[in-house]
């Protein structure tokens, strides 16, 4: 079965509802990483997902310290040419080295935006980046002065397109007065819906594309989480300390999550099925970063193209989220 794709905005870019990605790829050892993880299983992942389709993939300079964006690179040296996936990555949260542990500062300076493209340039072993995004907003630098710059990089031809995300409606309003946003990357899912109120329709009246990130709720809209699988959580994954895993949120998620089981059954697929589809069928949205550690859950939220939710899946589904919250 073909995956669906969309085009993003008003960019020539068609990609895939799905994208792969890569955050967790990079591993520990770092203000917000998943743990340890093998770089030959992180490549095999991302074949994997290529292979059946996906084409594009999301990463972050932050992402590893780098270290996300140098195994994708070593990814798509695997890939023929007539192959390889849109590649997206972000600039702008700078960590200190020494000390990796430690907040990442936000730096979206021109000097550190062209500093940060040529370093991922590198890295990725591209000669241009598909959709290039501040990654958060830097109060210490005007928007204006930081999106002036991607508007010559794209003239240099260092990228293809500019995007943002984490930014306010009002943000993103300043932005486009200097030049046209691409896209926007705002968090979305049945755990956290408020993007839905404002980053999405700014992006339909502004014709730009919607990539949404954690639309599994970083993993708790999975079949196999728990509160148990929360307990159990390494010291350095990031989600350990995160108040969508602690209580009392932790419970209504969970409860979500449950919620979603009997529509997984009449389907016969994974909990977080539905929770794509849902996403997915939202007006608006482009796509959807998945992220995947190893091939065989690559192959869990593919299965996601096979569904296409009734209304009265939706409705059911409204229900369950009015009910909890």
Not at 102 to 131: K, M, N, T, W
Request: net charge negative; with cysteine.
């Amino acid at each position: 079965m073909a995956l669906e794709k969309r085009r993003l905005g008003r960019t020539d870019l068609e990609i895939t509802t799905l994208g792969f990605g890569s955050w967790a790829v990079g591993g520990g050892d770092w203000a917000y990483g998943w743990g340890a993880q093998d770089d030959e299983t992180s490549i095999a992942a991302i074949l994997r997902a290529v292979s059946q389709g996906v084409n594009w993939i999301d990463t972050a300079a932050i992402y590893g310290l780098g270290h996300s964006e140098v195994v994708v690179g070593q990814a798509l040296r695997r890939i023929a040419p007539r192959e390889r996936p849109y590649v997206f990555t972000k600039c702008g949260l700078v960590l200190d080295h020494a000390n990796p542990g430690r907040q990442p500062a936000r730096d979206l300076s021109p000097a550190a935006i062209r500093y940060e493209c040529e370093a991922s340039l590198r890295r990725l072993g591209v000669d241009c980046i598909d959709l290039y995004q501040f990654h958060w907003p830097d109060a210490g630098t005007p928007v204006e002065e930081s999106w002036g710059v991607m508007g010559q990089l794209i003239a240099e031809g260092k990228i293809r397109a500019a995007g943002v995300s984490n930014f306010s409606p009002d943000l993103l309003d300043r932005a486009a007065s200097v030049g046209k946003v691409d896209a926007v990357q705002p968090p979305f899912s049945l755990l956290a819906r408020a993007s839905a109120n404002d980053v999405i329709p700014w992006a339909h009246t502004h014709g730009a594309g919607v990539i949404v990130y954690s639309p599994l709720g970083s993993g708790i809209l999975t079949s196999a989480f728990s509160a148990e699988r929360a307990a159990q959580l390494p010291p350095d994954d990031w989600r350990r300390n995160a108040s969508s895993f602690q209580e009392p949120a932790l419970s209504r998620n969970l409860a979500i999550r449950a919620g979603l089981v009997p529509i997984a059954e009449r389907y016969g697929c994974d909990v977080s099925a539905i929770a794509l589809s849902w996403v997915a069928a939202w007006p608006g949205v482009t796509g959807a970063i998945v992220g995947a550690r190893r091939p065989e859950q690559v192959d869990g939220w593919l299965r996601t193209q096979h569904v296409k939710l009734s209304a009265a899946d939706l409705a059911e589904i409204s229900r369950l989220l009015d009910a909890n919250d």
